[in-house]
């Protein structure tokens, strides 16, 4: 058996699975974790918050420091629109970006078409039904299909549309993968590590799944935040779970 180091050598070699959730109310609060975390174990997403607030520039300061960077705006508007804002974020030199699948594939394929205008081409991935949605929450809105059978519908819109991927559920990453191949790119969010009980703490995610058990589910990326972003020691917490990551892949190899 490996030892926690030898993983974790062996992690940086291999591309990371693991995207920390930079979910701060200013870009002071967020760089001093960054800061305390390492490029070669985890990638790093920058919301709508941080990004209202910080601006572009903070994304490219990220870059600098040899991170890659999820940039999670989830635009949904007319194709035009939509298409100059995800060149306009290419151009920033972001690892991955995305839209909401509900726009459309007349959308979604406008977007495509400005991320490869762009000086370089990031992962374009799609939003299916938001983790902290639940049925209730779905039939609000009109939707009278289960979350799967939603999920699973715009995936596969996703998919024809020309995306890299799509955000979903880790619950919902078996079926997409066994329905849309290997190649597809699933970004799970609601990621939660077992505590010390061996419970899982939910937030305010309806639907949320461990590392291991996401990636034996098909998850491609795993999103993190609170776990990590709110603990005394956050690389020590980033390192345990990238060593859980790795063994978990290491069986599914």
Known sequence: MQNIE???????????RI???LDYANNASALNLVNQLDPSLCKLKVGKELFTVAGPQFVEQLISKDFKVFLDLKFHDIPNTVAKACEAASNLGVWMLNVHASG???????AMEGVSKSKHTPYLIAVTVLTSMNQ?????????????????????LTQ??????????AQEAQILRRQLGKEFCLVTPG????LGNGQVNQ????RVVTPADALNNGASYLVIGRPITQAISPLKVLEAIAAECLAATSLLA
């Open 6 to 16: 030898s993983k974790l050598q062996d992690s940086k070699i291999q591309d990371s």
């Open 136 to 156: 209730t929450s779905l039939s609000e809105i009109g939707i009278d299909t289960s979350i799967e059978d939603q999920v699973l519908k715009l995936a596969k």
């Open 191 to 194: 990621i939660r590590p077992k």
């Open 160 to 169: 024809t549309s020309g995306l890299h991927g799509a955000v979903c559920s």
């Open 104 to 110: 459309g594939s007349a959308m979604m394929q406008a």
């Open 19 to 21: 995207i920390v959730a």
């Open 203 to 206: 937030d305010d995610q309806s």
